[in-house]
C-alpha cells in the first residue's frame, strides 16, 4: 500500500488537481473564435464555473489555442478571452477564461448563484 501513495506522490498535477473554482453542472450556447487562425467553432456548456467551462462540441479547437467565447443562455451573454485546456476529441474541450468583461462577469456570477441556490 505505501508503494502505491508513493507512486501516486510522484505524479504531477493533473487539470483536475490545479482547478481553482467550483464547477456546476449548466448548459448554454458557446461560440469561439480561435484568434490566431480565425477558426470558429460552437457547442454548448456541460459545466460552468468562474475560473471556466467544459464545451461539448464535434470540432474542438486544439490545446492552448487563444480564444474569444461568447457564451449566450436566455438572451443573456457573457463574453470573454479564454484558452483551451483539454481537448477530448470527438467530445469537447475545457477552457480557462482569462479575461472576462466587466459586465459579463456580473452575468457569470449571477448564473452560478442560480445553479447554487437550485442545488
Known sequence: ???HLSKGAS???SVRDRRYAIRFPFAADAAFIDLET???TDGVT???SLGGCFVCT???LGIKSRVRVTLTRKDQR?????????VKP??????EFLDVEQASYAV???WIDQVRRAR
Open 108 to 110: 457569470l456570477e449571477r
Open 1 to 3: 500500500m505505501d508503494e
Open 38 to 40: 480565425g477558426k470558429q
Open 78 to 86: 457573457v463574453e470573454a478571452l479564454a484558452v483551451v485546456r483539454v
Open 11 to 13: 505524479r504531477g498535477l
Open 46 to 48: 456541460s459545466d460552468i
Open 58 to 60: 464535434s470540432k474542438p
Open 90 to 95: 470527438r467530445i469537447g474541450m475545457g477552457v
